[in-house]
């Protein structure tokens, strides 16, 4: 069964201050590991996908990362409109397996 | 274009009354999904279209679910006799091809009492 795990659930940071959010996935054929945003009362927002181990994809403060068993989402200086719970998601030969969520909030 | 649209954005139901549920997605895409995301929850898979294939119904929980996708562009996702378990937000997105990332509409907010 394909499984996403993600970490922390929940992280506070302020104004500047960078951090990591992690990804553990165990899929059966990967075809894509994507990073969404997800803001309150709205549908999650595509930002980036990464296909094979050892690739990086960046926008403005964030870059993600993929290895075999992991992503992780670096957020360099955030800003307070960074604030939001982003979603990781792998994709099989089946479908595509969501995880929990890392919930950020980032303090002025 | 437009993004994924989904009405109605809101829906008050009571228990046992059956509840439609609709998604407009992106013009062109061939693959459509439908999710649905508890309260503190991840997206859970129910269903997925793709083009004139069967659907992947694996991820429906119980047979008062079901979905349809009608000339490959509008989709109904139909919960008969809803019960209070069934209140969540139901998500659908759609794709130009299966492992092309899922574009989201709002969600449907499903509230059973």
């Known amino acids: 069964e394909d499984q996403v795990t993600q970490s922390p659930e929940a992280l506070r940071l302020q104004e500047g201050e960078s951090s990591s959010l992690n990804c553990s996935y165990t899929v059966s054929g990967l075809r894509g590991l994507f990073w969404y945003r997800q803001d309150p009362g709205k549908g999650p927002e595509f930002l980036f996908t990464l296909y094979s181990a050892g690739e990086e994809k960046e926008k403005e403060r964030l870059k993600a990362t993929l290895t075999k068993k992991e992503s992780f989402l670096h957020i360099t200086a955030p800003k307070p409109e960074d604030s939001a719970t982003y979603l990781c998601a792998a994709g099989s030969a089946r479908q595509l397996t969501f995880g929990s969520g890392t919930q950020l909030t980032v303090l002025p | 274009g437009a993004g994924v649209s989904q009405s109605p954005s809101n829906k008050v139901t009571e228990k046992g009354k059956d509840v439609e549920l609709r998604c407009d997605p992106i013009?062109?895409?061939?693959?459509l999904y439908w999710y649905r995301q508890s309260l503190g929850q991840g997206l859970e898979f129910l269903i997925y279209f793709q083009g004139n294939s069967a659907p992947d119904k694996s991820g429906l929980p119980s047979d008062r679910f079901s979905a349809e996708r009608t000339g490959g562009s509008v989709s109904t996702l139909t919960i008969q006799r809803t019960q209070q378990e069934d209140s969540a937000v139901y998500l659908c997105a759609s794709s130009s091809d299966f492992g092309s990332p899922l574009h989201f509409g709002n969600g449907t907010r499903l509230t059973v009492t």
């Open positions: 013009s062109g895409h061939t693959a």
